[in-house]
């Protein structure tokens, strides 16, 4: 076989020289007629199996349309003139989806909406924030509010809140906390109204100091004690943290005030009784005193020294064998009023250590000099005492006016409950023995016992039992007074 000029293979350069043979049906071959000569099939046949190789090996080509047969082409011109209309339909829906959507995001997403500020419509784009329409007009020119120190200072003329705004009109209208501006959505046909900012103040580190409790001193009785225990309060106390400035801000807790209750001893029922009390003992006076009141069946209190008792422990004692109470006149007879708070603990303390010492009991009551017991002395040791006890009647037996005169003062100013006032040291108390006889004779006939004064606040009733038994103790939760 031969090729073209194409490389393609000739259909012509598949015929051969050698005469197509005629092939007769043997059932319609005439009679007589001449076979085919012997071996003309086999190459016919090898003739047409090379032409079909030959076609087969050409490259497959598209005819066009044209020259396909009619009732074809008509068929394809059907197919694609039918798809037009779906294309228009298509088309048309995708129009009206896009014109959809962009409605859609604009009633949604774009549009804007009608909002009253300050009785002036706005428009603001639907979904807007109060802090979105205060930026986009302004904040409507309101002012900034200040900022001040702790101490009431401006700090910074524009250093407070933007603005202020409230959301709602009458009843309805309430204020809208700047923190929530970029979190609130306005809403159509809402009511805003904005005004200027409030003025605020600086940062500040807050704590709280305890605050002592004060002190409250009654007045007019001979017996002093404490009525109420004070208490500690707390007080704010704020630190600026841009000015420095430190302000007290008031009572977080108010402190419970120390009380110091006086009164006079009233014991009740229909006998009268009186308290004898002797100061400044013990001394070369003591133990006549004692014998006089063993004789008349008389009690007494002594105020004792503590320096005094240290140095005659023995009369201490006796004081107590004979069933009086014993009490302190301070250590060194100083005046409680005049020293410093170290040394008032100490002059009461060191007093109380002598006679607990020299008696084996440990008193709490005391007598201070010329009864001066302060506010001051009361706040700085009124958890060492139990009482500070003063007198109704003054003997004024310090002056030595005489036996006589000393009993006559005692006599004529007695009453029930009351306590008097005399010496067993400290000087000559000789005519104090003298008298003494004649005193507790006196008061005895007027139907007036004598007791010690734990026990005349006992027949009292009124006074608080710890010290009456002279067992005060301050409360762990209270507090002493600043005074």
């Known amino acids: 076989m031969k090729t073209n000029n194409q490389g393609r293979y000739s259909a012509k350069a598949c015929r051969v020289s050698t005469p197509r043979a005629t092939v007769t049906p043997r059932s319609s071959a005439a009679p007589g007629a001449a076979a085919p000569r012997q071996g003309s099939a086999p190459r016919l046949a090898a003739t047409r199996s090379a032409c079909t190789r030959a076609e087969a090996a050409r490259p497959a080509t598209v005819q066009p349309a044209s020259s396909y047969p009619r009732h074809i082409r008509s068929t394809q011109t059907s197919a694609v003139a039918g798809s037009a209309p779906l294309k228009a339909v298509l088309a048309a829906f995708a129009g009206v989806a896009l014109l959809a959507g962009l409605a859609y995001g604009y009633f949604t997403f774009w549009r804007s ?99 002592a409790p004060g002190l409250q001193m009654e007045a007019g009785g001979a017996i002093q004690y404490v009525k109420q225990w004070g208490r500690a309060g707390k007080q704010g106390v704020w630190t600026g943290e841009q000015s420095g400035e430190v302000v007290d801000k008031g009572f977080i807790e108010e402190p419970q005030d120390l009380i110091i209750g006086s009164k006079n001893a009233q014991p009740s029922g229909s006998k009268k009784y009186m ?13 006549a005193i004692l014998d006089i009141l063993a004789q008349k069946g008389a009690k007494a209190t002594f105020f004792n020294l503590g320096t005094s008792a240290g140095g005659s422990p023995a009369l201490v004692k006796a004081v107590v064998d004979g069933g009086h109470e014993l009490a302190s006149h301070t250590n060194a007879h100083k005046n409680l009023s005049t020293v410093g708070a170290d040394e008032l603990r100490a002059e009461i303390s060191t007093a109380f250590d002598a006679l607990q010492n020299a008696s084996g009991v440990r008193p709490q009551m005391i007598r201070a000099l010329y009864g001066a017991f302060t506010a001051t002395e009361w706040a700085g040791s009124g958890d060492l005492v139990s009482c500070n006890v003063l007198w109704n009647i003054d003997a004024l037996d310090w002056k030595l006016p005489g036996p006589g005169v000393i009993t006559e003062t005692v006599l004529k100013k007695a009453f029930n409950g009351a306590i008097a006032l005399m010496h067993d040291g400290g000087g000559n108390r000789q005519q104090n023995i003298e008298a003494l006889p004649g005193i507790i004779d006196g008061l005895h006939d007027a139907g007036c016992g004598l007791v010690t004064v734990s026990e005349l606040m006992r027949l009292d009733g009124t006074f608080p039992e710890d010290v009456v038994k002279g067992t005060v103790k301050m409360p762990e939760d209270a507090a002493m007074s600043a005074v």
Request: overall charge negative; hydrophobic content about 35%; charged content about 30%.
């Open 113 to 211: 909406v009608p909002v009253m500020v300050n009785g002036e419509e706005v428009r603001a784009r639907i979904h807007s924030s109060v802090e979105d329409v205060l930026k986009g007009n302004n904040y409507f020119d309101v002012k900034l509010g200040r900022l001040f120190s702790v101490g009431g200072n401006v700090l910074k003329e524009d250093g407070g809140e933007r603005c202020s705004v409230t959301l709602g009109e009458g009843e309805r209208a309430a204020p809208l906390e700047p923190s929530k501006f970029a979190e609130t959505e306005v809403a159509e046909g809402d009511v805003l109204a904005v005004s200027d900012g409030v003025d605020v103040t600086e940062p500040y580190v807050e704590a709280a100091e305890p605050i």
């Open 275 to 287: 308290a004898l009390t002797f100061d400044d003992g013990p001394s070369q006076y003591t133990q």
